[in-house]
Each structure stands twice: as structure tokens, then as C-alpha cells.
Nanobody, 127 residues
Framework: VQLVESGGGLVQPGGSLRLSCTPS????????IAWFRQTSGKEREEVSCITRSGGTTKYADSVKGRFTISRDNAKNTVYLQMNSLKPDDTAVYFC?????????????????????WGQGTQVTVSS
């Protein structure tokens, strides 16, 4: 079981990127999916989560209004559209599945509530 992130890169402040998360070995439409990010020396923090159906999403306050999480179950992919990027958004971004397989996003934003992780994709926002 593996998740694969893609779409990271270098972008100027104010720019946009779209990250993708695809699974290897299982159908993504069975699970809620979250995006986390981590910078060196800091805890991994939850950025956003989307339920199995796609009907409910949640966002960290720091990205509300700028990031949008979505999923295309037919394509077995979850996306994170990131607009109005800031240097503080620079991090490695990971997607993950919750340990509880009920299709819902955990009420906490604790990384310990997630078990399957991708290898991460680097996002760098810099002029």
C-alpha cells in the first residue's frame, strides 16, 4: 500500500500549484484523505482533509481561502489546489489516510491518527 504525491515545485509568491495524490495498491475512493506539510525542525501539520464522498472538507486556518482540496474518485486522485502562495507555505507536502477507515476526516488534526503516507513532494515559494 502506497500513496504517491506529485505536482510540487518552485513558484513565486502569489503563484499557484496543484498537488496530486494517487494510491498504489488500493482504491482511493474507500478513504478520506488529508494533506499535511512539514518543514525542517517542525511538527508535521495538517493542511486539509476531504471525506470519502468529497462532501465535507476542512482546512487549517493558515490556508483557508487560498487552498482547495478535491477528489476525482473515477481518476483515483485527490488534489490540493494552492493559490496565492506565500513563502510560509514552503514545505514538503504529504498525503495520508486515516487509521479509522470510516470515510470521515478525524476530528483532530493529529498526524498520529493517520497511517499510510506518501513520500512527499517539495513546494518552495520564493522570488
Amino acid at each position: 500500500v502506497q500513496l504517491v504525491e506529485s505536482g510540487g515545485g518552485l513558484v513565486q509568491p502569489g503563484g499557484s500549484l496543484r498537488l496530486s495524490c494517487t494510491p498504489s495498491g488500493f482504491p482511493l475512493n474507500l478513504y478520506a484523505i488529508a494533506w499535511f506539510r512539514q518543514t525542517s525542525g517542525k511538527e508535521r501539520e495538517e493542511v486539509s482533509c476531504i471525506t470519502r464522498s468529497g462532501g465535507t472538507t476542512k482546512y487549517a486556518d493558515s490556508v483557508k481561502g487560498r487552498f482547495t482540496i478535491s477528489r476525482d474518485n473515477a481518476k483515483n486522485t485527490v488534489y490540493l489546489q494552492m493559490n496565492s502562495l506565500k513563502p510560509d507555505d514552503t514545505a514538503v507536502y504529504f498525503c495520508a489516510t486515516p487509521k479509522i477507515r470510516d470515510g470521515e476526516c478525524p476530528k483532530t488534526s493529529d498526524k498520529d491518527d493517520y497511517d499510510y503516507w506518501g513520500q512527499g513532494t517539495q513546494v518552495t515559494v520564493s522570488s
